[in-house]
C-alpha cells in the first residue's frame, strides 16, 4: 500500500462523523448497492456471510415509519406522529436495516455480531467518500414485535442496527469529539532480561 493510500484511508477514519440532518437529495440506489457490495468484504468466521438486509428507498420509506409508529404509545403518536413521519418519510433519503440470525452458540453469536459491525463501519467510511453521512441507531424498537413484523424482519432474525442515510451539507457537520491518546489506554508487555515487564503509562 502506497503512502498516499494509507493517509487518504487515515483521513476518511478521522474525519467522518455522524449525521443526523441530511439533503433532500435521493441516492441512487445503484450506488447503495455498490457501497454494500464493498462494505461486504468484511472479514467474517462462518461459512457464508452472517449479514442480510432490508432497504427503505422513497415510498418505500412509509413503511418504515409506520413500523416505528407502531410501536409508540397512542397519546406519543398523537404528540410526535406527525412530526416523525414527516422526518422518516422526507427528511431521510434512506433506511438501512442490519441483520444477522439468532445464534444460541456464545462464541458465533458474538463472531457474527462482530463481523456485522465491522461491515456497518466499512460502510459509513466508504459512504462518506461518496459525500453520503449515516447515523447508526440501535433503538428500543429494534427489539419490538411489532416493529420487526411491519418491517420485514423474519423470526430468528437480529437487528443490528438501523441505518439512516443521505447526502450531508459539510457546513452542518459535528465537531469532532477528542480521543483519548494511546498511551493513557495501552499496556505493554514486553519480555526482557528480567522477565515480563508491564509498561502501562496511566
Not at 439533503?23 to 448497492?33: A, G, I
Not at 416523525?84 to 458465533?108: G, S, T
Request: charged share 25%; hydrophobic share 35%.
Amino acid at each position: 500500500m502506497s503512502s498516499q493510500s494509507y493517509e487518504t484511508i487515515t483521513r476518511t477514519i478521522r474525519e467522518r462523523r455522524t449525521v443526523n440532518q441530511f439533503k433532500p437529495d435521493p441516492v441512487p440506489r445503484s450506488l447503495m448497492l455498490e457501497l454494500l457490495e464493498s462494505a461486504g468484504w468484511a472479514p467474517f468466521h462462518s461459512l457464508r456471510e452472517p449479514w442480510r438486509y432490508i432497504l427503505f428507498e422513497g415510498d418505500g420509506r412509509k413503511v418504515f415509519s409506520d413500523a416505528v409508529l407502531s410501536t409508540y404509545t397512542e397519546e406519543k403518536r398523537k404528540q410526535l406522529g406527525e412530526r416523525v413521519a414527516n422526518v422518516y418519510c422526507h427528511e431521510v433519503p434512506l433506511h438501512l436495516l442490519v441483520l444477522i440470525e439468532e445464534e444460541p452458540r456464545p462464541k458465533e453469536w458474538e463472531e457474527a455480531l462482530c463481523a456485522a459491525s465491522t461491515l456497518i463501519h466499512n460502510l459509513q467510511l466508504l459512504a462518506w467518500e461518496q459525500g453520503i453521512g449515516l447515523v447508526w441507531k440501535t433503538n428500543d424498537y429494534n427489539w419490538d414485535p411489532r416493529f420487526r413484523a411491519a418491517a420485514g424482519v423474519k423470526p430468528g432474525q437480529k437487528v443490528v442496527g438501523t441505518l439512516h442515510l443521505g447526502y450531508f451539507d459539510p457546513e452542518k457537520l459535528r465537531r469532532p469529539r477528542p480521543r483519548t491518546a494511546v498511551a493513557d489506554l495501552l499496556t505493554i508487555i514486553d519480555s526482557d532480561s528480567d522477565g515480563i515487564r508491564n509498561s502501562n503509562s496511566q
